[in-house]
């Protein structure tokens, strides 16, 4: 099982997942579990390879010292043991010691007659075998005499227990544990204090908002290392997000309660003279005052509402891939009520080919459509909507015969609410602001030309989505 499917299995038996810390801790814990198996298979093959060692060169010895005591006397070769050759070998009182001296024809000159015979005919060969039910190690040494009275090959074999070399291989192992259990308390140690220390910046952060005042929408600004400013830049951004969502709703109701408040009581004390008028004539010019007002407030409400929505799908609708040339179809489309067009007063001028951006549709439209409504509202002559590509982007210009904006009005360009004078004739203003906060989302940007004598020209300039990337 993989060590996040571990986790998560761990997690969700408990009910609730793992915190950072045990993560890290228990995947510590997992490589210092493995590395100490290891450590520990290492270590007990070395003490036996390394216990192996130092008793076979003791039994070499000890066969080379009988194998050398060896002489021909009257054609016979004779065996002199000296004491000294398992001197060393009997320094492990457990242990017991045999030996074998034979000669060529394979007779057994001295020593136990059931010690195994060497599997190879090397003049020096090591094996294992049994004596008398016990686990041994033996040596076999051949000696070659070539004299007078005698020549072959004696062969000396000494053979002796394993209980020794067992118990050193078993003592280097355990040294070797007890080193690597010190050492697994210092990395642990050592690990503890890492995990605490990493984890402070993410306390910090932590900290900081919860320290915060719940208006304060400012980024943070905290230092932490590089693996976790991506976690503060996301914070940054949400916290930005957020910031316009309740700015936007905050000026909504703001706008609502200031610019709906006196339509609606002109409204009302227009419904209450009508209510009050005997005169037909003079009753009949109230009303048509009261649906002239009560036109322009839904418009204005309808625009209001149009804002706050574009501000919102700015920071949550996944922009896609579209023509360009379609949202102005389909924005125009909204004022063909069948005459318009017909009297030339609004018209299409659209490039061949398909002008594709990334963005949302529905705030495109709406940007587009509040451009039209600008122009034909407060401009003059035919209004002239174009979509053309160059330079990697693509521009959509919304052209009028009026007379246009000063420098100083086009600096105001996007703010809502401008008065009368600020604006090309009346109005509010939040058509272009709408427009406005839409380009801003998709990375575009709105112009007018007011260096222009032939009429009012808006522009938005939207960078072109190539088809490979294309979602």
């Known amino acids: ?85 398992l001197e060393l070998l009997a320094l492990a009182p457990e242990d017991r010691i045999a030996y074998r001296v034979i000669d060529p ?71 070797a544990w007890m080193m690597l259990a010190v050492a697994g308390i210092g990395m642990v140690a050592l690990a503890v204090f890492s995990i605490r220390s990493a984890l402070v910046p993410l306390k910090r952060i932590g900290q900081d908002l919860l320290a915060r005042d719940p208006k304060d929408l400012t980024p943070l600004d905290i230092a932490v290392p590089r693996e976790l400013r991506a976690i503060v830049d996301s914070i940054n951004r949400f916290i930005t997000r957020l910031h316009r969502q309740i700015d936007g709703m905050q000026n909504l109701i703001s706008d609502s309660a200031h610019q709906l408040r006196t339509p609606i009581s002109a409204l009302r004390a227009q419904a209450q003279l009508a209510a009050e008028e005997q005169d037909p004539h003079r009753q009949s010019e109230i009303v048509s005052k009261i649906l002239t007002r009560s036109v322009g407030l839904s418009r204005l409400t309808d625009q209001m509402l149009n804002r706050a929505l574009v501000i919102h799908r700015g920071d949550s609708a996944a922009h896609k891939r579209i023509d360009l040339r379609r949202v102005a179809m389909a924005a125009a489309e909204v004022f063909d009520d069948g005459a318009i067009f017909e009297a030339g007063r609004l018209h299409l001028d659209l490039c061949e080919t398909p002008a594709w951006v990334a963005g949302d549709a529905l705030s495109l439209q709406e940007a587009v459509k509040n451009l039209i409504s600008n122009a034909l509202q407060h401009g003059a002559g035919r209004v002239t909507i174009a979509v053309l590509c160059q330079g990697g982007q693509a521009v959509l210009t919304v052209h009028d015969q009026g007379k246009g904006m000063t420098a100083e009005q086009a600096h105001l360009l996007g703010q809502r609410f401008l008065s009368a004078d600020q604006h090309r004739t009346s109005g509010t203003g939040i058509g272009l602001s709408i427009a406005h906060a839409v380009a801003h989302a998709h990375g575009a940007t709105m112009a007018v030309d007011i260096a222009s004598n032939t009429g009012f020209t808006i522009s938005l300039t939207i960078p072109l989505q190539h088809e490979e990337r294309a979602p």
């Not at 810390?21 to 210092?32: E, N, P, V, Y």
């Not at 290492?42 to 000890?62: C, E, S, T, W």
């Not at 136990?112 to 004596?131: C, E, H, I, M, N």
């Not at 008398?132 to 070659?144: F, K, N, Q, T």
Request: charged fraction near 15%; aromatic fraction near 8%; proline fraction near 4%.
């Open 105 to 175: 024809q394979g007779v057994t000159l001295t020593g136990y007659d059931d010690l195994a015979l060497p599997p190879t005919d090397t003049d020096l060969s090591f094996f294992d075998g049994t004596f008398a039910g016990d686990p041994v190690r033996l040596v076999a040494v051949r000696r070659h005499f070539a004299e007078r009275g005698f020549s072959g090959t004696v062969t000396t074999i000494v053979a002796h227990t394993t209980i020794a070399r067992q118990a050193l291989a078993w003592d280097i192992a355990r040294n």
């Open 1 to 85: 099982m993989p060590v996040n499917s571990a986790f998560r299995h761990i997690g969700a038996r408990n009910g609730r997942p793992l915190s950072l810390a045990s993560r890290l801790f228990l995947a510590i814990g997992l490589i210092l579990l493995t590395g100490g198996i290891i450590v520990t298979a290492a270590a007990l093959a070395y003490g036996h390879q390394a216990a192996r060692n130092a008793f076979d060169r003791l039994l070499v010895g000890a066969a080379n010292q009988i194998s050398a005591s060896i002489s021909i006397v009257e054609g016979d070769p004779l065996v002199d043991l000296p004491v000294t050759a």
